[in-house]
């Protein structure tokens, strides 16, 4: 800047300089709002999705509480650890898609509406709905995997004599 500055005081020494920025330095304060804002709520989207796998993961650690009993019985009776595994990740899966097809219509909805709101983008952002469905699908399998591993190791006659 400062050889601007003198090139400016070279052509007239009476011009005033104040606030000379570049154009990108001008650019990039006029969108710190949106960036700003943008990164607001990206945290509270990870706060959130923190609390669904913290959520999923209570219900499918109650469920397999709940079912200790059955759970040791079909181990007593011949199903190895992957099996009880994938029972217990089943269930999961079903909620997670059930969870995703509601997700995913609601916000197809919603931007739908929005869709003056959106500048430079369409409606219907196929890689946006791709990637958050990918990331919640796998942050509830790991929200489900803990359960179901502690299920897949349960003892059966321990189950079934203290159930």
């Known amino acids: 800047m400062e050889p601007l500055r003198a090139e400016a005081r070279a052509l007239d020494a009476a011009l005033p300089l104040y606030d ?3 154009m990108r330095e001008r650019v990039e304060f006029g969108l710190l709002p949106s960036r700003l804002s943008a990164s607001v ?7 959130a999705l923190l609390m669904a796998s913290i959520g999923l993961y209570g ?4 469920g397999v509480a709940q079912r200790t009993r ?3 019985l079909r181990m007593a009776l011949g199903a190895a650890a992957p099996d009880v595994l994938r029972l217990v990740l ?5 909620m997670a898609i059930v969870g995703l097809a509601i997700g995913i219509g609601a916000g197809a909805l919603l931007a739908y509406f929005a ?3 959106l500048f430079g983008t369409g409606s219907t952002e196929v890689n946006t ?3 958050a ?3 919640i699908a796998l942050s509830a399998l790991l929200a489900g995997f803990l359960p179901a591993r502690r299920a897949s190791t349960i003892d059966p006659m321990t189950a079934l004599r203290y159930s």
């Open 129 to 131: 709905y791709l990637v």
């Open 133 to 135: 469905s990918l990331v």
């Open 90 to 94: 089943r269930r999961v899966v079903w």
């Open 20 to 22: 000379v920025q570049t």
């Open 41 to 47: 709520l990206g945290a509270f989207g990870a706060v």
């Open 115 to 117: 869709r003056g709101l």
């Open 59 to 62: 219900v499918t650690a109650y």
């Open 70 to 72: 059955e759970i040791g």
